[in-house]
């Protein structure tokens, strides 16, 4: 046997076969050639009769791997020549590269989703834990909402899973699909012309019909139905994928569990008696003890890269990893539900074995365990590290656990040189990880301490890799490396690579599997699903109760699991037989290698690599938890500071006898955005734009300090908060929410009723921030997959109709917890009053973007600062928002990196601001004291009051003294903050 071919990640396997198999396998010859199923397509056999050639093809995606006939100079001595063919046109990597683009939308639509119903499920823990303000909490319904966490985050992290290999196998030309929809026959032709007819045919005919109708929304209604039809084509590559993968996994935990009865495979194991098997054999593999050991072998390496008759290099005698589950299950009083592994349990199928001697330990002889093995085992993967395939990037960029063969010796071994470039790579990229690492701190502003502590953290957590990186030096110096210029003598390779061996050696019992299944069935799955039901959350309800049904069949039935179980990849496929047959000779030549064989073979480990063993399922896993954290953390703040409403009872430091003038160059146009004389207040004709912000900042200020504030900054009289009467209309109402809002009377000329202006505080606590998330998670991270994605702005047009989509599954969620509803409600009470004209609404942060929704739904103008906007998640609302009132009643002030009020597509009508806050100063633009003084500053101060913090705390210019003043700036600071501290 030889490995001949290691073309990519593809295994091809070339053997001398005899006379008898000559008819089962391609071939030329004498040289016959096996598919292995890591190929992503089996090889096909061409022959020319007339030139008496074969030429042997392989696919791999756009490109073709070919064995041919090739001859020397004289035209004889025949030579197997293999070439790459590259297939693909400009024309197929475009329309894929559509195709592809398309789908990464549609799984960014997928992700949207999986944040939000997190959410939604924060916020109904909150509710029913009576953290909303407004009644007591049930435990029992509080308990089994948090129990559905697990269950939701490995559902939705497996749907993300499958969504990334959706997109993977679109741009490969659905090679996957093909091979479990529709059957193993005809699939191929049906699966191009449905995709054909999703990606290009029937959303082009909606186009055309669309504009030959006259709509002007052609492209609206064609995106939505393209992403109707991606969607319909991933629920059928998620369904059949499933299902396959289900029944794959079946058919060899009965197969496994025929060979355990009699063996041999004769169909003795009942449906029953399988899914009995399925469930031992999860357990087993989830809660069992673990020892791991760890080393490097060397010596030469067959094709399955088997090591046991490799030489140990280094320490036999290094204590193995034990992890802390491992000790737990160890003590004694788990012997209950434990068992140690006996060799008794070889009879039972195991492969039990004296984990002393093999390891080569003499600690552990004696010791019986189950070997373990992974899916790289059971596809005897080991990729090779020659001088040829050798890079830096290879060796910076590998998994700490790959399974690279480094060949130090023979024609192609790596160098001397590249083995210590090897290690200094590895040493160069950890340091230069941990100096940019306190390089960004100290531009954050972190001090020396704290990087010093980060720096010796990250050491400590790397100290067992920099080790290993001091071992790899010593047995560099003990091989025998030649240098760039040398010949190898003998022309025989010699091999070098680290193993990773995992032995079972407790186990859960038989009884304690079916209970473990039994009470994740009940705890995990039957009582957090209930309670969604009980509450009232029918929609989040329904998608956990899909989520916990496919997550369970698809757990206990992992084909992962029990190909690393058996490391057989032959129980996928093997006949029933006679009682009297042997199991070594269980099938022929003719099933071994046929097509079908094959082909369920390749299918069932593309599924498991990249589904139940992506790369990418620890990713999308850990970004949920992250996301589920934050989540968490701030039910748990606003559960502990519940009723708390954070108030500032700081009054700014006014200097009535200094001014700004506007600057020379071009102020800002709307720097008097009032409605000039119509408003007619007492004292000037209108607000100005340093008026709203003012205004909007004193939103978070305590009642106590709000009427003073406002006399200094309009003057006595001229303003008025309306503390009592936003007060008796709350209680009028009942309203109880978390929500917080001022409402300032302005006085006016000629006996018009008083102007009002609402106020609406921003994020202040836990409760504001889940709001802020609820609201414009879902606008901003559909923004940010428009800017990823190549040409994203043709999707623009359907986003609203996207998270409209979204907000449908948690509409109970959005009702407990609607802060517009109160403010509009409120608003709307105001404008019936006929003791006040021409309401208007203002805010900062959270109270902008309140501001913006309640102006539009209201029809009042609103003036917000750095406020989320509303134009994509307008039809989430109750009642949704027209773009016509947004775009004619919302303003937002932006100040320049600010990114809240970037969150959602903006307006038509804004203003952008300076900000002189640090690039290092992440949240400092969005304070709102930071951008009243750059617009009074900018503006002039237009009869109000300067400000002593807009130098002292932010460092704009100085005021310039008025002729009234008798005090240079410094003096008048310090004299107002004295008399601020004697009131």
Same mark, same amino acid.
């Given at each position: 046997?030889?490995?001949?071919?290691?073309?990519?990640?593809?295994?091809?396997?070339?053997?001398?076969?005899?006379?008898?198999?000559?008819?089962?396998?391609? /071939?030329?010859?004498?040289?016959?050639?096996?598919?292995?199923?890591?190929?992503?397509?089996?090889?096909?056999?061409?022959?020319?009769?007339?030139?008496?050639?074969?030429?042997?093809?392989?696919?791999?995606?756009?490109?073709?791997?070919?064995?041919?006939?090739?001859?020397?100079?004289?035209? #004889?001595?025949?030579?197997?020549?293999?070439?790459?063919?590259?297939?693909?046109?400009?024309?197929?990597?475009?329309?894929?590269?559509?195709?592809?683009?398309?789908?990464?939308?549609?799984?960014?639509?997928?992700?949207?989703?999986?944040?939000?119903?997190?959410?939604?499920?924060?916020?109904?823990?909150?509710?029913?834990?009576?953290?909303?303000?407004?009644?007591?909490?049930?435990?029992?319904?509080?308990?089994?909402?948090?129990?559905?966490?697990?269950?939701?985050?490995?559902?939705?992290?497996?749907?993300?899973?499958?969504?990334?290999?959706?997109?993977?196998?679109?741009?490969?030309?659905?090679?996957?699909?093909?091979?479990?929809?529709?059957?193993?026959?005809?699939?191929?032709?049906?699966?191009?012309?449905?995709?054909?007819?999703?990606?290009?045919?029937?959303?082009?005919?909606? @186009?055309?019909?669309?504009?030959?109708?006259?709509?002007? +929304?052609?492209?609206?209604?064609?995106?939505?139905?393209?992403?109707?039809?991606?969607?319909?084509?991933?629920?059928?590559?998620?369904?059949?994928?499933?299902?396959?993968?289900?029944?794959?996994?079946?058919?060899?935990?009965?197969?496994?569990?025929?060979?355990?009865?009699?063996?041999?495979?004769?169909?003795?194991?009942?449906?029953?008696?399988?899914?009995?098997?399925?469930?031992?054999?999860?357990?087993?593999?989830?809660?069992?003890?673990?020892?791991?050991?760890?080393?490097?072998?060397?010596?030469?390496?067959?094709?399955?890269?088997?090591?046991?008759?490799?030489?140990?290099?280094?320490?036999?005698?290094?204590?193995?990893?034990?992890?802390?589950?491992?000790?737990?299950?160890?003590?004694?009083?788990?012997?209950?539900?434990?068992?140690?592994?006996?060799?008794?349990?070889?009879?039972?199928?195991?492969?039990?074995?004296?984990?002393?001697?093999?390891?080569?330990?003499?600690?552990?002889?004696?010791?019986?365990?189950?070997?373990?093995?992974?899916?790289?085992?059971?596809?005897?993967?080991?990729?090779?590290?020659?001088?040829?395939?050798?890079?830096?990037?290879?060796?910076?960029?590998?998994?700490?656990?790959?399974?690279?063969?480094?060949?130090? +010796?023979?024609? +192609?071994?790596?160098?001397?040189?590249? @083995?210590?470039?090897?290690?200094?790579?590895?040493?160069?990229?950890?340091?230069?990880?941990?100096?940019?690492?306190?390089?960004?701190?100290?531009?954050?502003?972190?001090?020396?301490? %704290?990087?010093?502590?980060?720096?010796?953290?990250?050491?400590?957590?790397?100290?067992?890799?920099?080790?290993?990186?001091?071992?790899?030096?010593?047995?560099?110096?003990?091989?025998?490396?030649?240098?760039?210029?040398?010949?190898?003598?003998?022309?025989?390779?010699?091999?070098?690579?680290?193993?990773?061996?995992?032995?079972?050696?407790?186990?859960p019992k038989r009884i304690f599997c079916f209970l473990i299944f039994g009470m994740e069935v009940f705890f995990l799955f039957l009582w957090p699903l209930f309670t969604l039901y009980f509450i009232g959350n029918h929609k989040t309800a329904t998608v956990f109760l899909i989520l916990g049904l496919i997550f369970f069949v698809r757990s206990y039935f992992d084909p992962a699991i029990v190909l690393e179980e058996t490391n057989q990849m032959s129980y996928v496929d093997i006949p029933d037989q006679p009682n009297e047959v042997e199991l070594d000779n269980k099938w022929s030549d003719s099933l071994k290698y046929s097509k079908s064989h094959w082909t369920k073979q390749s299918r069932l480990v593309k599924i498991v690599n990249t589904v139940n063993r992506s790369k990418l399922g620890p990713f999308w896993l850990n970004a949920l938890a992250s996301f589920l954290f934050i989540l968490v953390a701030l039910f748990a703040i606003a559960l502990a500071t519940k009723g708390e409403k954070g108030f500032n009872s700081t009054e700014y430091t006014y200097l009535k006898d200094f001014y700004y003038d506007q600057q020379k160059d071009l102020p800002y146009p709307t720097c008097n955005i009032g409605k000039g004389e119509r408003l007619g207040l007492s004292g000037a004709s209108s607000l100005h734009l340093s008026d709203y912000v003012f205004v909007a900042g004193l939103a978070y200020a305590d009642a106590a300090v709000t009427q003073p504030q406002l006399d200094k900054w309009f003057g006595e009289g001229s303003a008025t908060d309306q503390h009592d009467y936003v007060e008796k209309?709350?209680?009028?109402?009942?309203?109880?929410?978390?929500?917080?809002?001022?409402?300032?009377?302005?006085?006016?000329?000629?006996? #018009?009723?008083?102007?009002?202006?609402?106020?609406?505080?921003?994020?202040?606590?836990?409760? +504001?921030?889940?709001?802020?998330?609820?609201?414009?998670?879902?606008?901003?991270?559909?923004?940010?997959?428009?800017?990823?994605?190549?040409?994203?702005?043709?999707?623009?047009?359907?986003?609203?109709?996207?998270?409209?989509?979204?907000?449908?599954?948690?509409?109970?969620?959005?009702?407990?917890?609607?802060?517009?509803?109160?403010?509009?409600?409120?608003?709307?009470?105001?404008?019936?009053?006929?003791?006040?004209?021409?309401?208007?609404?203002?805010?900062?942060?959270?109270?902008?973007?309140?501001?913006?929704?309640?102006?539009?739904?209201?029809?009042?103008?609103?003036?917000?600062?750095?406020?989320?906007?509303?134009?994509?998640?307008?039809?989430?609302?109750?009642?949704?928002?027209?773009?016509?009132?947004?775009?004619?009643?919302?303003?937002?002030?932006?100040?320049?990196?600010?990114?809240?009020?970037?969150?959602?597509?903006?307006?038509?009508?804004?203003?952008?601001?300076?900000?002189?806050?640090?690039?290092?100063?992440?949240?400092?633009?969005?304070?709102?004291?930071?951008?009243?003084?750059?617009?009074?500053?900018?503006? /002039?101060?237009? /009869?109000?009051?300067?400000?002593?913090?807009?130098?002292?705390?932010?460092?704009?210019?100085?005021?310039?003294?008025?002729?009234?003043?008798?005090?240079?700036?410094?003096?008048?600071?310090?004299? %107002?903050?004295?008399?601020?501290?004697?009131?």
């Amino acid at each position: 046997e030889y490995n001949l071919l290691h073309l990519s990640t593809l295994l091809v396997e070339i053997k001398i076969m005899s006379a008898q198999e000559t008819d089962k396998l391609l /071939g030329y010859g004498s040289l016959k050639i096996k598919d292995h199923f890591s190929l992503r397509s089996r090889g096909s056999r061409i022959y020319f009769e007339d030139t008496n050639t074969v030429d042997i093809v392989w696919s791999d995606g756009t490109n073709q791997y070919v064995i041919e006939d090739d001859y020397d100079e004289n035209g #004889k001595n025949e030579i197997e020549q293999i070439k790459l063919v590259k297939t693909a046109s400009t024309g197929l990597i475009l329309m894929r590269g559509t195709y592809t683009l398309v789908c990464l939308f549609w799984t960014g639509f997928l992700l949207v989703c999986s944040l939000q119903l997190l959410l939604y499920l924060v916020l109904d823990l909150l509710i029913q834990s009576g953290a909303t303000e407004q009644k007591g909490g049930i435990p029992l319904l509080g308990i089994g909402t948090f129990l559905a966490f697990p269950l939701y985050l490995l559902g939705l992290a497996n749907v993300m899973i499958i969504a990334g290999s959706y997109v993977s196998d679109t741009w490969n030309g659905q090679e996957l699909l093909k091979e479990f929809a529709f059957g193993l026959k005809k699939a191929k032709v049906k699966i191009e012309w449905l995709s054909f007819l999703i990606f290009l045919g029937l959303p082009v005919t909606v @186009m055309c019909i669309a504009i030959f109708s006259g709509r002007k +929304d052609w492209w609206e209604v064609t995106s939505l139905f393209w992403f109707y039809s991606i969607g319909f084509l991933f629920f059928l590559y998620a369904s059949t994928l499933i299902a396959t993968a289900v029944y794959g996994s079946f058919i060899v935990t009965r197969n496994w569990r025929d060979i355990l009865d009699d063996g041999i495979v004769n169909d003795s194991a009942d449906f029953w008696e399988t899914v009995s098997q399925a469930i031992q054999t999860r357990n087993h593999h989830c809660f069992s003890g673990l020892l791991t050991f760890s080393y490097i072998t060397e010596g030469s390496i067959d094709r399955s890269g088997v090591h046991k008759s490799l030489k140990r290099v280094g320490r036999e005698d290094k204590p193995p990893s034990r992890s802390l589950w491992t000790r737990f299950v160890s003590l004694g009083f788990m012997d209950f539900f434990y068992e140690d592994v006996t060799e008794a349990m070889q009879a039972q199928g195991y492969n039990v074995k004296d984990i002393g001697v093999a390891v080569k330990n003499p600690s552990f002889i004696g010791e019986g365990g189950i070997e373990l093995f992974d899916m790289d085992d059971v596809q005897g993967y080991r990729p090779f590290l020659t001088r040829d395939t050798w890079s830096l990037e290879k060796i910076f960029c590998r998994d700490p656990k790959s399974r690279y063969v480094v060949v130090y +010796d023979g024609p +192609d071994a790596v160098t001397k040189a590249q @083995m210590y470039s090897s290690v200094a790579c590895f040493i160069l990229g950890n340091t230069f990880g941990i100096v940019v690492l306190a390089a960004a701190l100290r531009w954050f502003g972190a001090s020396i301490v %704290a990087i010093s502590v980060v720096i010796v953290g990250l050491l400590t957590y790397r100290i067992t890799r920099l080790k290993s990186a001091g071992g790899i030096i010593k047995i560099i110096r003990e091989m025998n490396l030649r240098q760039e210029d040398e010949e190898d003598d003998d022309g025989k390779s010699l091999g070098l690579f680290q193993v990773w061996r995992r032995f079972r050696t407790r186990q859960p019992k038989r009884i304690f599997c079916f209970l473990i299944f039994g009470m994740e069935v009940f705890f995990l799955f039957l009582w957090p699903l209930f309670t969604l039901y009980f509450i009232g959350n029918h929609k989040t309800a329904t998608v956990f109760l899909i989520l916990g049904l496919i997550f369970f069949v698809r757990s206990y039935f992992d084909p992962a699991i029990v190909l690393e179980e058996t490391n057989q990849m032959s129980y996928v496929d093997i006949p029933d037989q006679p009682n009297e047959v042997e199991l070594d000779n269980k099938w022929s030549d003719s099933l071994k290698y046929s097509k079908s064989h094959w082909t369920k073979q390749s299918r069932l480990v593309k599924i498991v690599n990249t589904v139940n063993r992506s790369k990418l399922g620890p990713f999308w896993l850990n970004a949920l938890a992250s996301f589920l954290f934050i989540l968490v953390a701030l039910f748990a703040i606003a559960l502990a500071t519940k009723g708390e409403k954070g108030f500032n009872s700081t009054e700014y430091t006014y200097l009535k006898d200094f001014y700004y003038d506007q600057q020379k160059d071009l102020p800002y146009p709307t720097c008097n955005i009032g409605k000039g004389e119509r408003l007619g207040l007492s004292g000037a004709s209108s607000l100005h734009l340093s008026d709203y912000v003012f205004v909007a900042g004193l939103a978070y200020a305590d009642a106590a300090v709000t009427q003073p504030q406002l006399d200094k900054w309009f003057g006595e009289g001229s303003a008025t908060d309306q503390h009592d009467y936003v007060e008796k209309y709350r209680t009028q109402v009942e309203d109880g929410s978390a929500v917080t809002y001022k409402f300032v009377s302005f006085a006016r000329t000629e006996g #018009k009723s008083d102007m009002g202006l609402i106020s609406i505080r921003g994020t202040t606590t836990a409760w +504001d921030a889940l709001t802020d998330i609820q609201l414009w998670s879902a606008a901003a991270v559909f923004q940010l997959l428009r800017e990823l994605l190549p040409g994203g702005q043709v999707f623009s047009p359907i986003l609203n109709h996207l998270v409209n989509m979204i907000s449908w599954l948690a509409s109970e969620s959005i009702n407990r917890v609607a802060f517009y509803k109160e403010t509009t409600a409120f608003a709307k009470a105001v404008i019936e009053d006929k003791n006040f004209e021409d309401i208007q609404v203002t805010g900062h942060s959270l109270g902008g973007g309140l501001a913006i929704i309640t102006g539009a739904q209201a029809n009042i103008p609103a003036i917000a600062l750095s406020g989320p906007n509303a134009l994509i998640g307008r039809d989430t609302f109750e009642p949704p928002v027209s773009v016509e009132a947004l775009n004619t009643m919302t303003f937002n002030i932006i100040p320049d990196r600010d990114i809240v009020p970037r969150f959602d597509d903006r307006a038509k009508l804004f203003q952008e601001i300076n900000c002189l806050a640090g690039a290092n100063d992440l949240i400092g633009c969005h304070n709102s004291l930071r951008s009243l003084c750059e617009i009074i500053y900018t503006c /002039g101060t237009m /009869g109000r009051p300067a400000l002593c913090e807009c130098h002292t705390l932010f460092g704009y210019p100085k005021p310039q003294a008025s002729e009234n003043a008798t005090e240079t700036f410094e003096e008048a600071c310090a004299d %107002a903050q004295s008399l601020r501290a004697d009131d």
